[in-house]
């Protein structure tokens, strides 16, 4: 399985921005979906960003994104690099979490944690307001 490094977190005020990357080490193609998922202390993981970085050429660059997003976070992929980027703007206190980047080769995962089988450690990205 790939090994997948976050970076990027840090701490901001409310109204900042972030640029996450997670380092992919073998082929971006092997997986079907990379993601961006989060967890705050007492809360369930949630999905963020998931991206099509593998399977069908037709479909490769889809983006999906959690409700809770409103048009503040993009999430894109260098393929050449390896790195998938998550670009969070407007950052609000809600936003304070662990973030995870995560890979999927079921083709119907879109954001399901349960179907992401491959997790980076982390990264923390904390909102003060």
């Known amino acids: 399985a790939s090994q997948l490094v976050e970076s990027g977190g840090g701490s901001v005020q409310a109204g900042g921005s972030l640029t996450l990357s997670c380092k992919i080490s073998?082929?971006?193609?092997?997986?079907?979906?990379t993601g961006w998922f989060r967890q705050a202390p007492g809360k369930e993981r949630e999905g963020v960003a998931c991206i099509r970085t593998g399977g069908s050429q037709l479909f490769i660059g889809n983006t999906f994104y959690g409700p809770f997003v409103g048009g503040r976070f993009t999430i894109s992929q260098d393929r050449p690099k390896k790195v998938v980027y998550l670009q969070l703007t407007n950052l609000k206190s809600d936003d304070a979490a662990m973030y995870y980047c995560?890979?999927?080769?079921?083709?119907?995962?879109?954001?399901?944690?349960?179907?992401?089988?491959?997790w980076g450690p982390g990264t923390q990205v904390t909102v003060s307001s």
């Open positions: 995560a890979t999927s080769g079921y083709d119907g995962a879109n954001m399901r944690v349960r179907d992401y089988t491959n």
């Open positions: 073998d082929d971006i193609n092997a997986n079907i979906y």
